[in-house]
């Protein structure tokens, strides 16, 4: 039984050869995750050639900076110490000198009133606003460290107005189009707006890309419901959201959107510190271990890896010890959820729920199922059963796509008005590369009708009397 749960990992350009790429593929890894804040778009090129040279199975997702504020460029970091006293200045094109710290949003001293919480480094120092004037904002220093250059910067329950999206992501957007990738991250999504103006440049670009939307803030979690009317998925991205709400508060939150998401047939990945000590241990810790396998009780679709692959030590080791805890998880229990019908396009949704309740009923081994849109597959994706489902599309993006939904494995098949049994010759193909037996029981689901018409029956019979169809 193949693993269900999909995994991400960060690759950077500084490592990035095909046969590193390989043998993260080889470990269990699913989609590549391109950080777009830490690189240029030639380094990104660098890794998508490499990417395809491997297979052309594997999803490639590019993560846009989004409305984000970091500290700028210094020439040496500052030390703080707990009473200190320090400024800040919202100037882009500056660097940090001495005690002031200089930022990247420009109305940033505007923006921020006294008595605020400002969070550096994902909460690493805290500061507390005790003044301000036109240029500067005077901050007591909550905690001993050090202040680095780029890190991010976070203000809980303070709604900065930022654009959605900076000029770099514009071009990083447009450069994903050009080069046929398959997802966005946009970060820092605040609400339905910030998604439509991803939206709007791939519209003009005629792309397909499908965007996911990073929740990390207060106010992604408030518009949660209006922000899956335009993502295609979400991405909880746990470092940031921590700091700008109380962590006690997080599981639970993490809990309520990965269930909103498989309701609404939205695929979701939970992100951020899943292994964060395998950056530097070939081992994970046992809380790690409890986070990994807590994500996949959960039914998340995907797991994301960060520093870990990026630029950590054990980057292999790393995504195979997340491959073991979920295919551990799925062994030993049903993934099935009873989620409700969705109330578009009812034949579909009640066939697939039908013939997932069917495979868990009469012990079948798959699911086999042709898509043009892929919206039946991630119908039968969001009921969680215990059968994988092989998808059979028509359409190499799609293929790839479906490479982050939850219990999919996809493959490209060619669209051809004189074959009328593409899906009895997927069978064989599936059985000779031994998916599955000729004596298991297997459910097809698929249409009568032109492939347009979408799904419309249920079959289900031993592999082997499928293969004698188009023998």
Do not use: W
């Amino acid at each position: 039984m193949p693993r269900k749960t999909k995994i991400i990992a960060t690759v950077s350009s500084l490592k990035c050869s095909p046969g590193f790429i390989g043998r993260l593929y080889k470990a269990g890894m699913n989609v590549v995750r391109l950080n777009t804040a830490h690189m240029t778009r030639e380094d990104a090129l660098k890794v998508i050639k490499n990417i395809r040279q491997v297979s052309d199975k594997i999803g490639i997702l590019i993560d846009t900076k989004g409305p984000e504020i970091r500290t700028c460029d210094t020439d040496k970091p500052l030390s703080v110490k707990y009473g200190d006293t320090i400024r800040i200045k919202g100037a882009p094109g500056e660097k940090s000198k001495g005690k002031v710290i200089c930022v990247s949003y420009e109305d940033f001293v505007k923006d921020i009133p006294i008595g605020s919480s400002i969070m550096i480094d994902d909460g690493y120092i805290a500061l507390a606003v005790m003044d301000k004037n036109d240029r500067y904002l005077t901050c007591h220093v909550e905690n001993d460290g050090v202040i680095n250059a780029r890190k991010s910067i976070n203000i809980p329950s303070v709604h900065v107005k930022l654009p959605a999206l900076s000029e770099k992501d514009k071009r990083f957007i447009e450069f994903a189009a050009d080069n046929d990738l398959d997802f966005i991250a946009h970060s820092f999504v605040r609400n339905k707006n910030d998604v439509i103006a991803v939206q709007k440049i791939l519209d003009k670009k005629k792309s397909a890309i499908k965007i996911i939307a990073k929740i990390e803030n207060s106010q992604g979690v408030e518009n949660l419901f209006e922000i899956l009317d335009h993502a295609y998925g979400v991405m909880i991205a746990r470092g940031d959201l921590a700091v700008e709400i109380p962590t006690e508060q997080i599981p639970l939150i993490q809990k309520q959107i990965v269930m909103t998401c498989i309701e609404k047939r939205r695929p979701v990945i939970v992100a951020t510190q899943i292994l964060h000590s395998m950056i530097e241990s070939p081992r994970p810790t046992r809380a790690e271990v409890s986070d990994v396998a807590n994500a996949c009780l959960d039914h998340a679709d995907a797991l994301m890896l960060s520093g870990e692959t990026a630029n950590g030590k054990y980057p292999e080791v790393a995504v195979r010890t997340m491959a073991k805890i979920a295919r551990e998880v799925e062994d030993k229990k049903s993934s099935f959820i009873n989620v409700p019908y969705t109330l578009e396009n009812k034949i579909t949704a009640y066939l697939a729920k039908s013939a997932v309740k069917a495979s868990l009923r009469l012990n079948t081994k798959a699911i086999v199922a042709d898509s043009l849109t892929g919206e039946s597959i991630l119908a039968l994706s969001a009921y969680r059963g215990d059968n994988p489902i092989y998808a059979q599309v028509y359409n190499k993006r799609l293929m790839r796509q479906l490479s982050l939904s939850f219990g999919v494995f996809a493959d490209h098949i060619l669209m051809d008005i004189t074959n009328t049994e593409p899906l009895k010759q997927s069978i064989c193909r599936l059985l000779d590369d031994k998916q599955f037996k000729e004596d298991d029981l297997i459910i097809v689901l698929a249409g009568s009708f032109d492939i347009e018409q979408g799904t419309s029956y249920i079959e289900i019979s031993t592999a082997g009397n499928f293969k004698k169809k188009c023998a």
